[in-house]
């Protein structure tokens, strides 16, 4: 493993083999809250992140919900309402831009808030749902959010409950989505690991997998990760600095 700091931007490129690479490569972007923290959207586990101000329990669980709906309604609305002023940042958009240099590529997140979309990224499987989206907490039903009603209890032609169509703790991810999230991992040839701590699982087994099945790895997160130790190129660095700066090298390299 290479790890590499901020001082050696100039050269990020310097260990990656890109005599491997062409514009055929599959490429897969594996993504958690650290690309959307230079957007002003807070991360979860990171210090200061949103974990260390609210009780997860209370906010995001099928628990918390039932316990006091209102409560988690206006949390999640506060939230969307975060997410709407903010922009997608460099580390977004210069996906849209190796997704262009790389055809065949495809972005696994583990965001709700839409960042990737906005900023033209393709082929984006959202693992944990859409904090844009409600669905019905009995039938599963999706249903469109009420912008003006956002924060009322509103209930599904079922009975049940409307609530924020994200994947709570607790909870387990749709088949479908992580059957898919294995495939694009197992079947790319670069693998890029973007600000997520690597810790909730099943999705943090992706980079590992990735790996395993040959990939060559890179991760970029301003801290050191379960990964790191395990990946082909580790940037310790912020998403938003690191990925434009390594798309010049790739450009450079195989277009
Ligand atoms: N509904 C919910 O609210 C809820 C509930 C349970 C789980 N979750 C999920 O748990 C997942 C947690 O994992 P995660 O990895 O996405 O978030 P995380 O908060 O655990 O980790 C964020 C990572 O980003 C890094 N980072 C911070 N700023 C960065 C930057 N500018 N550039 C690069 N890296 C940066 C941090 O060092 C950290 O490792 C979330 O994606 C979320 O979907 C959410
Ligand atoms: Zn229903």
């Known amino acids: 493993m290479i790890e590499l700091t901020p001082i050696f931007n100039a050269m990020l490129g310097a ?51 039932n316990e006091n709906p209102q409560l988690v309604l206006d949390w999640y609305a506060w939230r969307r309402d975060a997410i709407r002023l903010a922009d997608p940042n460099p580390a977004h958009l210069s996906i849209t831009k190796f997704q262009k240099l790389f055809h065949d590529s495809a972005v696994i997140t583990q965001n709700v808030d839409s960042l990737h979309s906005r900023a033209g990224n393709n082929s984006v499987l959202e693992l944990h749902g859409n904090i844009f989206r409600e669905r019905c907490n009995n039938c599963g039903e999706e249903n469109g959010l009420n912008s003006d009603e956002r924060t009322k209890i509103r209930y599904c032609h079922c009975g049940g409950m409307l609530r924020p169509d994200v994947v709570w703790f607790g909870e387990t991810l749709e088949n479908q989505k992580l059957e898919q999230a294995f495939e694009l991992t197992g079947a790319c040839q670069i693998f890029f690991s973007l600000g997520t701590s690597t810790q909730v699982y099943p999705a943090a087994q992706l980079p590992f997998y990735a790996k395993e099945h040959g990939a060559y790895t890179i991760e970029i997160n301003t801290e050191r990760t379960p990964f790191s130790n395990h990946t082909d190129l580790f940037i310790k660095d912020a998403a938003g600095h690191a990925l434009p700066n390594l798309y010049e090298e790739f450009y450079a390299a195989v277009s």
Not at 25 to 46: C, D, L, N, Q
């Open 15 to 65: 260990e990656i083999p890109f005599e491997k690479f062409s514009k055929d490569t599959r490429v897969t972007f594996f993504t958690g809250a650290g690309i959307s923290a230079e957007s002003g959207i807070p991360t979860f586990r990171s210090t200061g992140g949103l974990w260390s101000k609210y009780d997860p329990v209370k906010l995001a669980s099928p628990e918390g919900f």
